[in-house]
């Protein structure tokens, strides 16, 4: 069973397309692109177990780190480039988002929304950093360098003249809600982007 | 008294016994000339299916031969099994109750395939300097022809670590319908200029020994050994990392940087004083007692002459634009001779060329040897990899 992120993800995947999953943990999402999309995968890993996972699903994948950069792919040389709960790890997101859209002519990324009312209510009330099932980390041994919200990646897109093509905000079982629509901003818990140039 | 039975391991491919086949068909090679005729020295393991869609092929290094599994003395304890025994066997990375896994001697060597140290028809004495240079396409080429002998239409895979890997990345250039996996391990596009300048120190260690004659050594029945044991102890550093010697030769790891006294104190004088010394000189004199000393001139100028480019305009994606396979490239990260970015070079030029292919830099200590040995996720990886290469030929997709 697809999580339902992906799935939403998956819809804005045109068969037959070369895509890029940047940090593709086992590959199950590249090897049910390939069945259900017929893609032409390819997975950025650093993760030796995953690595070898994807070996075993037969999915073609790259042991590189891509806070190190993606200057080995050609501009334009794929369709889609994806890049899942990562966004907020990388030294610099805006380089990579820059980076996903010359490398590819569309990129799909999602990231936990820092501004989702509980977090907010954490630092406000309890005046302590915010922790929750996305964010599960202490301050000090979080992978998650850069947290940003829904209206900061929106104002990110408008700096850099990136089209967003589709926006979606889920809860933690990756379901929308009227509330959310409403107000992504404070009702969102993970946002998840379509955008091109 | 009988002789002691050895205890062969149950995932050997057991004792196997070579054959050499001949080839009467003229072979053109890169540099102009033509070898008439030649035998080649093969070795194979398991066997092949009826839609002979399981066969690989393995390609040796340098120093390499056919002999890459198993025993051939039954009564003798001492024998270590072939030079790749880790990688093939049942249940093995190249299994061999899935593959038909096939390994020669290439032309030019010195274990029973036609090479410098055989007889010239035409002279009645061996070749030696006479015996024309080869290259790895002409390699490949001969290799192409054993696999029409053994009636091997399309190999599953083609399989080989360092010069082995340079073979492999030349099969999918010049014979693409002929694979359909390639396996480049340890690899480089092309020699350094570093390469090439340890490759000159070998050679001019081998050809300024006495008793070299020009290459004709033969007629003067001696050898050049001393020269062959430089050349060797030279290539065997750049085999090796730092880290591995500083293991191997301090006790205590990383407190004395690797050099330990072989006799306790230093001598004063110009003998063995360290470990690394008496190592070193051990494994150059043990190599020279059983190779070519112009198969190894020869070799390391098939390893500078690889150029997989020089058709393309120095374009390597360009040279792999009509490969049809699927690729592994696998490095190591101690591996100075051809070290990870070398290999990156390789997956760089394939992925421009929007070929299939996965890449591993695999953390081990072991250098550029690490290739052969049986390092815990390199062995997990060719594991994986070859089982759905295995599956597919289940599929009888030939």
């Known amino acids: ?197 | 008294m009988e002789a002691p039975q050895k205890k062969i391991p149950a995932d050997s491919v057991g004792l196997v016994a070579p054959q050499k086949l001949h080839f009467s068909e003229p072979l053109p090679l890169r540099s102009g000339r033509t070898i008439d005729q030649y035998d080649l020295m093969v070795e194979t393991y398991g066997t092949l299916n009826s839609d002979a869609s399981n066969g690989i092929l393995i390609c040796h290094a340098l120093s390499g031969d056919h002999h890459a599994a198993g025993y051939y003395d039954a009564g003798n304890p001492k024998e270590k099994p072939g030079w790749w025994d880790c990688c093939i066997g049942p249940g093995k990375p190249f299994d061999t109750n899935r593959f038909f896994v096939v390994c020669l001697n290439n032309l030019g060597g010195c274990a029973g395939s036609t090479g410098p140290s055989s007889l010239n028809p035409e002279t009645g004495k061996p070749f030696g300097p006479d015996f024309p240079i080869i290259t790895v396409r002409d390699w490949v080429l001969s290799q192409a022809r054993l696999a029409d002998r053994l009636g091997i239409r399309q190999w599953a895979a083609v399989i080989g670590g360092s010069l082995g890997g340079m073979q492999v990345m030349r099969w999918a250039i010049s014979h693409p319908e002929r694979l359909r996996h390639a396996l480049i391990i340890a690899a480089a596009p092309k020699l350094s200029a570093q390469n090439i300048a340890f490759n000159e120190v070998a050679r001019q260690s081998i050809m300024s020994d006495p008793d070299f004659h020009q290459g004709r050594y033969y007629d003067f029945n001696t050898y050049p050994q001393k020269g062959v044991m430089l050349a060797r102890m030279v290539g065997h550093i750049t085999y090796l990392s730092d880290t591995l010697l500083r293991e191997k030769f301090g006790k205590g790891a990383g407190e004395n940087f690797g050099r330990d006294l072989r006799g306790g104190k230093l001598s004063f004088g110009f003998d063995v004083d360290f470990q690394i010394q008496s190592y070193l000189q051990y494994k150059g004199e043990s190599f020279s007692k059983n190779f070519d000393a112009n198969t190894y001139l020869l070799v390391t100028k098939t390893l500078d002459y690889f150029d997989p480019t020089v058709d393309y305009d120095g374009n390597l994606s360009k040279a792999f634009d009509k490969s049809a396979c699927k690729f592994l490239v696998v490095s190591f990260s101690s591996d100075w001779r051809f070290p990870p970015e070398r290999s990156r070079e390789i997956v760089d030029a394939l992925l421009q060329a929007k070929k299939d292919v996965s890449y591993l830099e695999i953390e081990a200590a072991e250098g550029h040897d690490s290739f052969l040995l049986p390092i815990p996720r390199y062995m997990k990886a060719l594991q994986a990899y070859m089982n759905r290469v295995a599956n597919e030929c289940a599929g009888g997709k030939v």
């Open chain 1, 1 to 197: 069973m697809l999580r339902a992120d992906l799935q939403l993800i998956q819809d804005w995947i045109a068969p037959h397309s070369r895509v890029l999953d940047l940090g593709c943990g086992d590959g199950s999402f590249l090897a049910h692109l390939k069945t259900t999309r017929q893609i032409r995968d390819y997975g950025l890993e650093i993760d030796t177990a995953n690595i070898q996972l994807c070996l075993e699903a037969g999915v073609n994948v790259l042991e590189q780190n891509m806070d190190k950069g993606l200057k080995n792919f050609g501009t334009g040389s794929f369709d889609t480039v994806i890049l899942a709960h990562t966004l907020q790890a990388l030294h610099r997101p805006d380089e990579i988002v820059d980076e996903m859209l010359r490398v590819g002519k569309n990129g799909i990324l999602t990231f936990p929304n820092f501004a989702y009312w509980r977090h907010r209510l954490s630092l406000l009330t309890g005046g302590r950093m915010p922790k929750s099932p996305q964010l599960p980390y202490e301050w000090y041994d979080t992978p998650n360098l850069h947290h940003c919200t829904i209206s900061d990646f929106d104002e990110l897109c408008r700096l850099k003249n990136i089209k967003v093509l589709h926006r979606t905000v889920v809860d933690d079982s990756q379901h929308s809600s009227p509330l959310m629509r409403l107000c992504p901003n404070f009702f969102g818990i993970n946002a998840i982007y379509h955008i091109t140039r």
